[in-house]
């Protein structure tokens, strides 16, 4: 194999994965990802070395010659996304859904299901009924993605969480060290009305967050929507038959 042929090569490789890294950047979850690991760099070095990420350079001898401290602070990210934020996620999710007005909570509340669509529950009752193994196919893929989509609700609403957790401690710990971290560099000159708009910002990140319905359910069947409104009718009686 030529030289010339190896540095092709070499070039596609990096321009696969810098195209799946632009790719990925642009999905919400890798998106959020990134703004973590910049918010969490930022107060690290902000408390510690008093100086922020725009600020580190591959000369910056004061991160290089800690090993052990960039040791340190690598596993304490892990324990903080992976441990610290779900369980502060889940206490604050749970104040916020005790003591949220009623009007917010309506307004985020879950639609019924449309016109021509069924429950999961009844979709599985009805196949496992008449043993159907076309319905049963289609409740199982159905079951699978439903599961997917609430598992990626719930981890939408940790990341949006984190993320003012995050956002906070970066503040805080520029203030605590006196160093001008990202979030205070935004801030200088404007303090008040930044600090105004952002607590806005988060506290409504976290109602959507908290809040926010899941995914919905329905399959759409029309035949087997006809017959569960019929069996609905027959169990309880229509408003107009006395």
């Given amino acids: 194999m030529t030289q010339e042929t190896q540095d092709q090569e070499k070039a596609g490789i990096a321009s696969n994965i810098s195209i799946g890294i632009v790719e990925k950047?642009?999905?919400?979850?890798?998106?959020?990802?990134?703004?973590?690991?910049?918010?969490?760099?930022?107060?690290?070095?902000?408390?510690?070395?008093?100086?922020?990420?725009?600020?580190?350079t591959l000369d910056s001898s004061q991160i290089w010659t800690s090993v052990g401290a960039l040791l340190l602070g690598v596993a304490g990210f892990c324990l903080t996304v992976s441990l610290i934020i779900p369980t502060i996620s889940g206490f604050l999710c749970t104040v916020i859904r005790e003591y949220a007005p009623n009007f917010i909570i309506n307004a985020l509340s879950e639609h019924s299901l449309r016109q021509h669509d069924v429950s999961l529950h009844y979709l599985h009752e009805q196949a496992l009924e008449m043993k159907d193994e076309f319905l049963m196919a289609i409740y199982q893929d159905e079951h699978l993605s439903s599961v997917r989509r609430h598992t990626e609700h719930q981890q939408i609403g940790t990341l949006v969480c984190g993320?003012?957790?995050?956002?906070?401690?970066?503040?805080?710990?520029?203030?605590?060290?006196?160093?001008?971290?990202l979030l205070l560099m935004l801030a200088k000159g404007q303090e008040l009305p930044f600090y105004i708009c952002l607590s806005l910002a988060m506290a409504a990140l976290l109602i959507w967050a908290s809040l926010r319905p899941y995914p919905r359910e329905g399959i759409y069947h029309p035949t087997l929507r006809k017959q569960q409104d019929?069996?609905?009718?027959?169990?309880?009686g229509r408003g107009d038959d006395k």
């Fill in 25 to 56: 950047a642009w999905e919400f979850k890798w998106g959020i990802q990134l703004v973590y690991i910049a918010l969490y760099a930022d107060a690290l070095l902000g408390y510690t070395l008093h100086m922020n990420l725009l600020s580190v």
């Fill in 230 to 236: 019929q069996e609905q009718d027959a169990r309880y």
């Fill in 163 to 181: 993320l003012v957790l995050l956002t906070m401690a970066d503040i805080w710990a520029g203030s605590a060290s006196n160093t001008e971290t």
